[in-house]
């Protein structure tokens, strides 16, 4: 199965510690040290449990998202990826990650933001491609495997698919023990 | 059996009507000649927004960050899917809901495709429609087959035609009503949906229905064409009909609807909306969008005598079984309750139930039932909550759930015993909010936030007031709880701030030498009697303090309304001097220095500018009947190409010959509107008017063009062996056909062009003025 469509979640440790609306500001002078990568910035802290912040681009959106009560950065690729299913993964969960990690950093939340590297969500956004099955499961599985070990290194995790019919396919990632975004990413780079 | 590698393969054609099939499969086809540049790119956008596409903020390519404009990163190079429109721009994309009705799966449905191709969010419009922003037009296919798949369509969503057909969402189960309006809507909107009457206008037309004439119900004065039921006894026996109205309107000049006729046999109904169609049609402005809408034609002709145009037209129609057929079902239809009707006698009350009874409960004329409102965040609803409120309507109503124009979803014909449980169902997904329908209750259009005619946040703005008039709901006066307010981006009205008691427009004003987004404050609309009042603009006030704004006049209703005085006399009574006075010191900000929030709108940091208004695609361009019948005949003319590239050589060869004749006709509309679809008639009237005349004649070629059509259709008539270099042959000849067809049509432009020139040396006439 060729992978497309690939989203990938990584979720706030203390949600509380920001509100969310802060999120508007910060993507909005993202945009500005950015030159012309995203379109614009969408406002749903109106709604409860929904897609929060969102900044949208053509080749993926980034957004602060509260869907199913648990907030985490959502990395949503829309455009096609090339080269092998790992590298899709690869290319998908770094950029998840390098975002995570830059708002971390970001000097306006002074440390109140930290990602919870030990639970993901991975989703296929594309119910053609990827129908919500044990079937689309089977076909995941080796690639997801093979690059989670690289993710994880060595750490043991557990992987659950979303069971629900009616939602778009989704694997919940969860490792043993805590590890930070940053780490992941410097697994990913070695 | 391999896996469907598109929803064109997967949803096989049992799935999808064979007519909506075609339709997106020429909409796909339009896609792919825009791409090859064989559309013009104006043609191409009505195409586009006749099936519900539509553009966005910042499509154009470039966006103001605050600081600078950017020019946005998009792959698509110098493709246009318009007029300063880039290609791989977001875009919007509405559905069209007539009557706002909606059944479990249809719901099921749209929250997929929002998770799939938009943001995650269906938004619920203020004409019952549903709303997704950042669509690529690339998934646009997809997403109308899926639609289609459970008997939605697009088309004619947006666009210079009928828009959604809406309706009273109580209509069936209301206790004033007449009569159940459902049918007579759910016909209209199926007659007129791509009728040839209604192709050419020169802007849109919105129609709607009420079963009463007293409450808000359909707001049909506001309406180009608007219905209310009525009924009277004729030869002793009841009779249905309608009492009719047209050229309502809000938009920047609004105008109230004049009444048409008082009683429109329901016999009537359908070819009477043809005729005013044919009339609005032939008479409305074309060249100046300002004013083509059916209100100006009408202000012109005066309401006498286009009754007698609408009257005369009626009496030519030829007689067409579909004006009455749908009527002994009209007269049978009735919704079926999913549960028996029982009262809650008693009963629970989970916490915060009575206070969303009292607000959002609605006791249907049929007893033991209740029609409930789930009321919507800025209409906003997530893909979630919409699956969520899918399998809550099968366990309590099953398909009678509407969309509203107030952005809510109305759960009807839920049994009166099942409240308690409906609602903690609703409460479970973040929708048990009460005070629907009160001045918490805010509508807004899209504003800044996605529309390219926005000038100040309106959902910002909306979403601000919905937050503070929450919180102290419970304190509010009952006389000003009962108000309600609306919100538009711009002048242009989408949020029907005409008709609230407190309204509100976008505009911009100078302040200290900076743009600073205002609101023109809108007084005393009124919903009730359908729109039975406009407000009056009494001055523009700082975005950033309207609410305080909003405080004053309802603090000064309270204090000083005479018995029973409605928001409406009252603002009347104190009159725009005091009322300006009361708002007087709230149009003063501080230095952008001292309180630079000011400066910026609603939930959006960027210092205020005006730079990102783009051009509205509200009307899109007005594309002839001509221009449509040539981009039409290059459709099919690129299925030729397709059919010779899979051998299919007898259906290569006559769908050259028809995209021929396609084009003849689209010369012969230039003066024969009604030119119809027989082949033999376009053929007769297109060598009487275009080749006897020389009309369509080639300075080198002479009749040579004109000859490949009539020998193609001899040979397709002759049933002659079609080889394949014949089939070649023919769709060259094709080609050359439709591009002497438009050099044909480009010389009468230019030659029409000068005449009007000669005529009007300003080139400012129109014919409202003429």
């Known amino acids: 199965m060729e992978l497309q469509k690939i989203n990938v979640k990584f979720f706030v440790a203390e949600p509380d510690q920001v509100p969310l609306t802060a999120f508007i500001d910060i993507f909005h002078s993202w945009i500005q040290a950015t030159d012309g990568i995203y379109y614009d910035v969408a406002d749903y802290s109106h709604m409860h449990n929904g897609p929060g912040i969102l900044m949208i681009a053509h080749e993926a959106n980034i957004s602060i998202d509260e869907t199913g009560g648990q907030r985490g950065l959502l990395y949503n690729r829309k455009q096609p990826l090339d080269g092998s299913n790992q590298e899709k993964l690869r290319c998908t969960f770094r950029a998840a990650l390098e975002n995570c990690l830059r708002l971390e950093q970001e000097p306006s939340l002074q440390g109140k933001l930290k990602f919870r590297g030990d639970k993901g969500l991975f989703l296929i956004n594309d119910r053609l491609l990827a129908p919500n099955t044990e079937e689309t499961f089977l076909l995941v599985r080796d690639d997801l495997e093979g690059f989670l070990g690289q993710l994880y290194r060595g750490v043991d995790y557990s992987l659950a698919r979303n069971l629900e019919p009616t939602e778009r396919f989704s694997v919940w990632m969860n490792t043993a023990v805590p590890c930070e975004v940053a780490e992941l990413l410097k697994n990913l780079e070695a | 059996m391999s896996q469907p590698e598109t929803w064109k393969e997967k949803l096989a054609a049992d799935q999808v009507l064979p007519d909506l099939a075609r339709e997106i499969d020429i909409y796909e086809q339009q896609m792919e000649l825009r791409k090859q540049g064989k559309i013009d790119e104006k043609v191409f956008a009505e195409t586009r927004l006749r099936r519900g596409v539509y553009g966005q903020r910042y499509d154009n390519g470039q966006r103001h960050d605050g600081t600078r404009v950017q020019k946005l990163k998009l792959p698509s190079g110098g493709l246009t899917k318009g007029p300063e429109t880039v290609w791989d721009a977001p875009g919007m994309m509405r559905i069209k809901i007539p009557f706002g009705g909606l059944n479990p799966e249809q719901m099921e449905v749209l929250a997929d495709l929002s998770e799939e191709y938009s943001d995650g969010v269906s938004h619920v419009t203020t004409r019952q429609d549903i709303q997704y922003h950042y669509v690529h037009i690339e998934d646009t296919p997809s997403l109308m087959r899926r639609l289609a798949a459970v008997g939605i369509t697009t088309r004619e969503a947006c666009g210079n035609v009928v828009r959604n057909v809406t309706a009273c969402p109580l209509a069936g189960v209301c206790r004033d009503e007449v009569f159940d309006v459902t049918p007579y809507a759910k016909a209209c909107s199926r007659f007129l949906l791509g009728h040839p009457d209604t192709q050419d206008f020169g802007r849109k037309f919105k129609i709607a229905f009420s079963g009463c004439k007293d409450n808000a119900c359909g707001l049909v004065t506001m309406h180009d064409m608007g219905a209310i039921a009525r009924s009277k006894v004729v030869n002793g026996k009841e009779k249905r009909g309608f009492e009719l109205y047209v050229g309502g309107g809000l938009g920047p000049v609004p105008h109230k609807a004049k009444l048409f006729d008082e009683f429109v046999p329901e016999e009537e109904l359908l070819p009477m909306a043809q005729a005013v169609s044919r009339v609005f049609a032939r008479l409305g402005e074309k060249r100046n969008r300002a004013r083509a809408r059916i209100k100006f034609l009408i202000a012109n002709l005066g309401i006498e005598?286009?009754?007698?145009?609408?009257?005369?037209?009626?009496?030519?129609?030829?007689?067409?079984?579909?004006?009455?057929?749908?009527?002994?079902?009209?007269?049978?239809?009735?919704?079926?309750?999913?549960?028996?009707?029982?009262?809650?006698?008693?009963?629970?009350r989970p916490e915060g139930f009575d206070r969303w009874y009292a607000t959002n409960v609605y006791q249907q004329r049929q007893s033991g039932y209740v029609a409930a409102t789930v009321a919507l965040p800025l209409g906003d609803v997530t893909a979630d909550q919409f699956r969520a409120l899918a399998s809550i309507a099968r366990r309590f109503v099953k398909d009678t759930v509407r969309t509203t124009v107030e952005q809510n979803i109305l759960?009807?014909?839920?049994?009166?015993?099942?409240?308690?449980?409906?609602?903690?169902?609703?409460?479970?997904?973040?929708?048990?909010?009460?005070?629907?329908?009160?001045?918490?209750?805010?509508?807004?259009?899209?504003?800044?936030?996605?529309?390219?005619?926005?000038?100040?946040?309106?959902?910002?703005?909306?979403?601000?007031?919905?937050?503070?008039?929450?919180?102290?709901?419970?304190?509010?006066?009952?006389?000003?709880?009962?108000?309600?307010?609306?919100?538009?981006?711009?002048?242009?009205?989408?949020?029907?701030?005409?008709?609230?008691?407190?309204?509100?427009?976008?505009?911009?004003?100078?302040?200290?030498?900076?743009?600073?987004?205002?609101?023109?404050?809108?007084?005393?609309?009124?919903?009730?009697d359908n729109a039975?009042?406009?407000?009056?603009?009494?001055?523009?006030?700082?975005?950033?303090?309207?609410?305080?704004?909003?405080?004053?006049?309802?603090?000064?209703?309270?204090?000083?309304?005479?018995?029973?005085?409605?928001?409406?006399?009252?603002?009347?009574?104190?009159?725009?001097?005091?009322?300006?006075?009361?708002?007087?010191?709230?149009?003063?900000?501080?230095?952008?220095?001292?309180?630079?929030?000011?400066?910026?709108?609603?939930?959006?940091?960027?210092?205020?500018?005006?730079?990102?208004?783009?051009?509205?695609?509200?009307?899109?361009?007005?594309?002839?009947?001509?221009?449509?019948?040539?981009?039409?005949?290059?459709?099919?003319?690129?299925?030729?190409?397709?059919?010779?590239?899979?051998?299919?050589?007898?259906?290569?060869?006559?769908?050259?010959?028809?995209?021929?004749?396609?084009?003849?006709?689209?010369?012969?509309?230039?003066?024969?509107?009604?030119?119809?679809?027989?082949?033999?008639?376009?053929?007769?009237?297109?060598?009487?008017?275009?080749?006897?005349?020389?009309?369509?004649?080639?300075?080198?070629?002479?009749?040579?063009?004109?000859?490949?059509?009539?020998?193609?259709?001899?040979?397709?008539?002759?049933?002659?062996?079609?080889?394949?270099?014949?089939?070649?042959?023919?769709?060259?000849?094709?080609?050359?056909?439709?591009?002497?067809?438009?050099?044909?049509?480009?010389?009468?432009?230019?030659?029409?062009?000068?005449?009007?020139?000669?005529?009007?040396?300003?080139?400012m006439a129109s014919a409202g003025e003429g």
């Open chain 2, 532 to 763: 039975g009042e406009y407000g009056v603009a009494v001055g523009a006030v700082p975005s950033k303090r309207i609410p305080e704004a909003v405080e004053r006049i309802t603090e000064r209703y309270v204090r000083d309304r005479e018995k029973d005085e409605s928001f409406q006399d009252f603002v009347r009574r104190i009159g725009k001097k005091e009322i300006k006075q009361v708002l007087d010191d709230l149009t003063k900000i501080p230095s952008h220095d001292a309180a630079p929030s000011y400066y910026a709108d609603w939930g959006d940091p960027r210092e205020f500018t005006l730079e990102d208004l783009g051009t509205g695609e509200c009307a899109g361009e007005v594309i002839t009947q001509a221009e449509f019948t040539l981009a039409a005949s290059e459709r099919e003319l690129f299925e030729a190409h397709l059919f010779l590239d899979d051998g299919e050589l007898v259906k290569a060869a006559r769908t050259a010959y028809w995209s021929m004749v396609r084009a003849a006709q689209a010369l012969v509309k230039i003066q024969n509107h009604d030119v119809s679809e027989d082949e033999a008639q376009i053929l007769a009237e297109f060598r009487c008017r275009f080749c006897d005349t020389q009309v369509f004649y080639d300075k080198y070629a002479g009749s040579k063009f004109a000859d490949y059509l009539f020998k193609a259709k001899d040979f397709v008539h002759n049933g002659s062996e079609v080889t394949r270099d014949r089939a070649i042959q023919l769709v060259q000849e094709a080609q050359l056909f439709i591009d002497a067809a438009h050099a044909c049509h480009n010389k009468l432009r230019s030659t029409a062009s000068a005449t009007r020139s000669a005529a009007s040396p300003s080139g």
């Open chain 2, 411 to 528: 759960f009807r014909w839920l049994s009166e015993a099942d409240l308690p449980e409906f609602y903690k169902a609703v409460q479970a997904i973040d929708l048990g909010e009460p005070d629907a329908g009160t001045i918490v209750d805010v509508t807004a259009c899209p504003g800044t936030d996605t529309c390219k005619l926005g000038i100040a946040s309106s959902r910002g703005l909306a979403r601000e007031l919905h937050y503070r008039l929450s919180e102290k709901s419970l304190e509010l006066d009952a006389a000003v709880k009962n108000l309600r307010i609306k919100v538009s981006g711009c002048f242009n009205s989408c949020g029907q701030h005409h008709i609230a008691d407190i309204g509100f427009y976008g505009i911009n004003r100078n302040v200290n030498g900076y743009q600073v987004p205002h609101f023109q404050v809108v007084l005393g609309g009124k919903l009730k």
């Open chain 2, 305 to 348: 005598e286009f009754r007698r145009l609408v009257l005369e037209e009626r009496a030519k129609l030829p007689s067409d079984l579909r004006w009455t057929e749908y009527l002994s079902w009209a007269h049978e239809y009735k919704e079926a309750p999913l549960k028996p009707a029982a009262s809650r006698n008693g009963g629970e």
